[in-house]
């Protein structure tokens, strides 16, 4: 019986939070334009900005529930010195399961462009990059039922 | 009963055109600003008759990319004030973030001893109509035939996590491009920032 009991809870126990992945821009646009006909949901956040922060959950929820059409990337652009003591507690806090990258660039002219030409670098952003490599910013919050409904419309004929 | 709901519709359309339309672009000349500083005057851009040109910032006091340049703006005005001197403005809407509210934008002045005006642009009008995106948001501004033209949108410098990492001052290049009478280079560059917290 006790065995039954340990053997019922071990999901929940291996369901382990994400390790953050250092990368510079090589790393995430490889990661980026990886065609593996999932639709990607891209955020950028820092610790320090507590909307982005709040955000977190939804992006999560999105990975559990839509994670065999959708692939959750969570960018952190905080610095890499905070890693164990900023970021990785955030992460075990809201539990992220989903992948998490560092990106290491701090001459951010080089890269965001290049993520999106239109974005002007505000955060909190949400890229959204369909099967074809269409991307849509959404330079704001995005609620999770907002977030749902962007992932129907991309897969409406 | 449809055609009033046209009708605002248009309406609300318009006024968002609107916002999008007069978004300046660089070359642009900019109208005067006129906003209360932190002391509780207004402040005009003519208020500085011997000026050169602005470097005008878009700023707040509570995000992390504002208060990581916050120290690089201080000392942009220190060397610039008599030529180009530093116009902060905060935008954010001081009600759902206390710390941006223009007691909080006074408290900050006040202890970090800004030598600049910390101006509240509590309409969001000026953030607006500049198409200022986040803090910190930089507009440089260079006076040509009594005209406040934009010469560079941006960033202060390549590296706002480590100041002696940095390899271009983007803004200081670009006043010394202005001051020898050349063409500035980079005109516009992007770099992370907070969102302007709109109403």
């Known amino acids: 019986m006790k065995s039954l009991l340990v053997l019922l809870l071990v999901p929940f126990f291996m369901t382990q939070t994400s390790t953050v992945e250092v990368v510079k821009w090589e790393g995430l646009e490889k990661a980026l334009n990886n065609k593996n006909g999932k639709i990607k949901i891209v955020n950028f956040w820092i610790t320090g900005c507590k909307t982005c922060v709040e955000e977190l959950p939804q992006f999560e929820q999105l990975h559990r529930s839509f994670g065999s059409q959708v692939e959750v990337i969570l960018v952190n652009l905080d610095k890499e010195s905070i890693e164990e003591t900023k970021v990785n507690p955030v992460l075990e806090k809201n539990r992220i399961t989903a992948k998490v990258f560092l990106l290491n660039e701090p001459d951010q002219n080089s890269w965001i462009g290049k993520v999106e030409p239109s974005w002007s670098g505000a955060i909190p952003a949400t890229v959204i990059i369909d099967q074809n490599n269409n991307r849509r910013l959404y330079e704001k919050v995005l609620t999770y039922a907002e977030l749902v409904k962007i992932i129907h419309d991309i897969h409406k004929p | ?199």
Request: hydrophobic share 40%.
């Open chain 2, 1 to 199: 009963m449809t055609r009033i709901a046209i009708f605002i519709m248009l309406v609300l359309i318009s006024i968002n055109a609107a916002f999008i339309i007069y978004a300046y672009k660089l070359e642009d000349e900019i109208k005067d600003v006129n906003l209360p500083n932190v002391d509780g005057k207004m402040v005009s851009l003519e208020d500085y008759p011997k000026a050169k040109g602005f470097i005008i910032v878009f700023t707040c006091n509570h995000c992390p990319y504002a208060k990581a340049y916050e120290e690089r703006i201080i000392q942009l005005n220190e060397k610039y004030a008599s030529s180009y001197p530093v116009i902060a403005i905060n935008s954010n809407d001081g009600v759902a973030y206390p710390d941006d509210s223009f007691e909080a934008m006074k408290k900050r002045s006040a202890q970090k001893k800004y030598r600049f005006v910390y101006l509240h642009d509590e309409s969001q009008a000026v953030a607006r109509i500049f198409g200022a995106a986040k803090t910190p948001h930089v507009y440089l501004i260079h006076k040509e035939q009594d005209k406040n033209v934009i010469k560079y949108v941006g960033a202060i410098d390549d590296n706002y996590s480590d100041e002696t990492a940095v390899k271009k001052h983007y803004v200081e290049e670009a006043i010394a491009a202005l001051n020898k009478g050349e063409k500035v280079i980079i005109k516009e560059t992007k770099a992370i920032g907070c969102s302007i917290k709109w109403k």
